[in-house]
């Protein structure tokens, strides 16, 4: 379910992405640091459009996945292209998915690896 999340993700597939989260999830994208996390279906439109103003090119790639008792934690990359600045970036990524009856309730994005092994409450295998 989180590959294929992040699979409509790289299409821009709005309605894909909404229909895999419940509708009254959270979603906590790496800017939620400073704007708070995006809340129920209107919040994750409302994070695509944000998204899509400010880059003209996004996609996730999934390395790794591990589940275990209703949460998915998934390591990958993440590469973002400004709309405005036309610069390049690329980063090493992590999300955590907590699942309830086939739906995301609650996702976050990490920069940091062991802070995402930390949100999930296991330990994946190192690859």
């Known amino acids: 379910m989180a590959r294929e999340s ?5 299409r ?9 989260f419940a509708s009254d ?19 994750i439109r409302a ?3 944000d998204t899509a103003e400010m880059f003209e090119h996004l996609h996730a790639d999934v390395d790794e996945v591990h589940e275990r008792d209703g949460v998915v934690v998934a390591f ?5 292209k400004g709309r405005e600045s036309g610069a390049t970036v690329e980063l090493v990524i992590s ?12 996702a976050k994005s990490f920069a940091d ?9 296991f330990e994946p295998p190192r690859p």
Do not use: M, Q, Y
Request: glycine share 10%; with cysteine.
């Open 6 to 10: 992040l699979a409509a993700l790289n």
């Open 12 to 20: 821009r597939d709005v309605e894909a992405v909404v229909g895999a």
């Open 95 to 106: 999300w955590v998915f907590r699942f309830a009856d086939d739906k995301v309730i609650w």
């Open 76 to 80: 990958g990359r993440l590469e973002a």
């Open 113 to 121: 690896r062991d802070e995402a092994i930390a949100e999930c409450g």
């Open 47 to 49: 994070w695509f459009a």
């Open 25 to 43: 999830a959270e979603w906590w994208p790496l800017r939620s640091s400073t704007e708070g996390p995006f809340r129920g279906h209107d919040g």
